[in-house]
Nanobody
Framework: QVSLAESGGGLVQAGASLRLSCAASGGTFNKVAIGWFRRTPGKEREFVAAISRDGARTFYADSVKGRFTISRDNAKNTVLAQMSSLKPEDTAVYYC???????????????????WGQGTQVTVSS
């Protein structure tokens, strides 16, 4: 079992930066891959970024590549999403997710993740 909690969302203007945090508990954090997803009204959760268990490999959706950076600190059981040059279309509820312990491989499908946080709202005004 892994419990996840997102934080760091808020209301910002276009072009601003924001850092989201995902804090994990209840499991062996360094054994799981972590993904970030986002959801807007009327849409299913959309893949944003993923990171392998050791942080060595990352993968980004084209929509955020070059603007978002995913990183992890296994000693602190946290994963970060550093978001820069935010756009109104980045407005969404952001979720972090952990796989079931495969860890080594990167995942970009919702069904490849087992554990989910409750989400944090990011709103970007024009």
């Amino acid at each position: 079992q892994v419990s996840l909690a997102e934080s760091g969302g808020g209301l910002v203007q276009a072009g601003a930066s924001l850092r989201l945090s995902c804090a994990a508990s209840g499991g062996t954090f360094n054994k799981v891959a972590i993904g970030w997803f986002r959801r807007t009204p009327g849409k299913e959760r959309e893949f944003v970024a993923a990171i392998s268990r050791d942080g060595a490999r990352t993968f980004y959706a084209d929509s955020v590549k070059g603007r978002f950076t995913i990183s992890r600190d296994n000693a602190k059981n946290t994963v970060l999403a550093q978001m820069s040059s935010l756009k109104p279309e980045d407005t969404a509820v952001y979720y972090c997710a952990a796989d079931g312990g495969d860890g080594y491989f990167l995942h970009y499908r919702r069904d490849d993740y087992t554990y989910w946080g409750q989400g944090t709202q990011v709103t970007v005004s024009s």
